[in-house]
């Protein structure tokens, strides 16, 4: 009982937040071991009954942080290729440089991504995340290889397919860099998906 002077009262989105970022926090320092509700009330400084009290499950946290920095990486290339110039070509290569710079290569990201996509086969909630956001980022592919399309791009792009092929390429090359960093440079990652 002596641990419960240490929580603070916060408003309810403050505490959801600090809930998913102990959670990421957790899973990229100890990979599945940081599923513990024990481990993630300790780093939000949140007790385990609030936990409860905004998420009915470890499945909905976990779930939430999923699609936290799903969403959250996909607004940062967002927000990236809107800086950029109406030019298509240009949109999609700030897609791939938003993509594979910055806080994805941090490799202890690798280890909340797999604990997620452990979890595909046996949580809906997870599935579903993975799902949605994954048609989010292929949907905002398919818009940039249609408007290369229309842009008179030859040969002409099958958008969906185009997407799901660079998707599939950049994650590849995401993983690799991740298990071994020495195999190929960030930039040559970048330049590699460009010249495709």
Same mark, same amino acid.
């Given at each position: 009982?002596?641990? =419960?002077? %240490?929580?603070?009262? %916060? ?14 926090? *957790? ?12 481990? =993630? ?20 946290? !976990? ?9 959250? +990486? ?9 800086? =950029? ?27 909340? &991504?797999?604990?997620? &996509?452990?979890? +595909? ?7 579903? !995340? ?35 092929? +660079? ?10 860099? *991740? ?18």
């Amino acid at each position: 009982m002596g641990d =419960i002077g %240490k929580f603070e009262r %916060k408003l309810p989105e403050d505490r959801r937040r600090a809930l998913i970022a102990a959670t990421l926090a *957790c899973l990229a320092r100890e990979g599945h071991a940081g599923l513990s509700i024990r481990k =993630i009330s300790r780093e939000a400084g949140i007790s385990i009954g609030l936990i409860n009290h905004h998420y009915e499950s470890k499945d909905d946290l !976990v779930a939430a942080a999923y699609e936290t920095l799903s969403l959250g +990486l996909l607004d940062k290339v967002r927000a990236r290729i809107e800086l =950029i110039g109406p030019d298509p070509h240009d949109r999609l290569n700030a897609y791939i440089r938003g993509i594979l710079t910055g806080p994805t290569l941090d490799r202890s990201m690798l280890r909340t &991504w797999v604990v997620f &996509w452990s979890m +595909l086969d046996h949580s809906a909630k997870i599935a579903d !995340v993975h799902d949605r956001t994954y048609r989010e980022y292929r949907a905002l592919l398919e818009g940039m290889f249609s408007e290369m399309s229309c842009a008179g791009a030859r040969p002409t792009i099958n958008a969906r397919l185009a997407a799901i092929a +660079l998707t599939a390429m950049i994650d590849g090359l995401w993983l690799e860099w *991740c298990l071994n960093p020495t195999t190929f440079s960030p930039a040559e990652a970048v330049a590699l998906c460009e010249n495709w």
